[in-house]
C-alpha cells in the first residue's frame, strides 16, 4: 500500500514538473495543469476565512490532490484507477456531507443517473462507431464527479473537458504529432480540469442565477 502510494506521488511529480514548463511527454497536459494550480490559488486569495471556508479549502486540496494523480496516471497509461475513482466519490460525499448536508439523498441519486446514462452512451457510441469514445474509467469518474458538483453542473464539466481536450490536440498537432478518431489523447486529465473549474466557479450559478 504504502509502495504504490509512493509510486502514484512519484508519478504525479514527475507529471506536474514536466507539464508546468511544457515539457515533453506531457507537453499537451500545459493547460491541464496551470488551471488546477490557478482554481488553487483562486481559493485562497478570494475566501473569506472561516469554519466553512476552511472546510471547504480542505475539500478543494484533497480534490486537487486526487484530479492532479488522474491526470498523471491516465495521461501515461490511457486508464483511470479504479481506486482513485473510489476515492473521489468518496471525498466527494465528505464534501456534499459537510457544506451541503440537506442535498445528499438528492445527490446519491444523481450520481445513479449520470452513471447509468454515461454507460448508455458508451455502449451506443460503440455499436455506431465500431469502437469506443469514452472509456469506461471516463463514465466512472462522471459519476464520482457528480458527487462534488451535481447533476446541474455536469454540462459545464463536459463543456470545459472539450474545450481542454481542443486544445491539447492543437498542441500535439503544432508539434506534429497525429491526432484522429482512433489515436486520441487520453480524456481523464480533461475531465479532471473540467470538475475541477466546476467545483472552483460553479459556473452555472451565472447562468441560472
Do not use: N
Not at 472561516?50 to 480534490?63: K, N
Not at 440537506?102 to 450520481?111: F, G, K, Q, W
Not at 454507460?119 to 455506431?128: G, L, M, P, S
Amino acid at each position: 500500500m504504502i509502495a504504490e502510494l509512493r509510486k502514484t506521488a512519484t508519478r504525479t511529480g514527475h507529471y506536474l514538473t514536466r507539464s508546468l514548463v511544457c515539457r515533453e511527454p506531457y507537453r499537451d497536459q500545459v493547460f491541464v495543469v496551470w488551471l488546477l494550480v490557478f482554481g488553487l490559488f483562486w481559493i485562497l486569495l478570494s475566501g473569506q476565512i472561516d469554519q466553512r471556508w476552511i472546510a471547504y479549502f480542505s475539500l478543494s486540496v484533497a480534490l486537487a490532490t486526487l484530479l492532479a494523480a488522474i491526470c498523471a496516471i491516465d495521461a501515461r497509461f490511457g486508464i483511470i484507477p479504479d481506486k482513485l475513482v473510489a476515492a473521489t466519490a468518496a471525498s466527494g460525499l465528505l464534501a456534499v456531507w459537510l457544506l451541503e448536508p440537506d442535498e445528499l439523498t438528492y445527490r446519491i441519486a444523481e450520481v445513479v443517473i449520470v452513471g447509468i446514462a454515461m454507460a448508455a452512451f458508451r455502449a451506443i457510441y460503440r455499436w455506431v462507431r465500431g469502437y469506443d469514445g469514452l472509456g469506461f474509467g471516463d463514465v466512472k469518474f462522471l459519476a464520482a464527479a457528480t458527487f462534488w458538483i451535481g447533476l446541474r453542473s455536469l454540462p459545464a464539466l463536459l463543456l470545459i473537458a472539450v474545450v481542454s481536450a481542443l486544445a491539447s490536440a492543437f498542441l500535439l498537432k503544432s508539434a506534429r504529432y497525429e491526432v484522429d478518431g482512433r489515436h486520441a489523447i487520453p480524456f481523464g486529465p480533461h475531465l479532471a480540469v473540467g470538475l475541477w473549474l466546476a467545483w472552483v466557479f460553479d459556473p452555472m450559478s451565472f447562468v441560472l442565477g
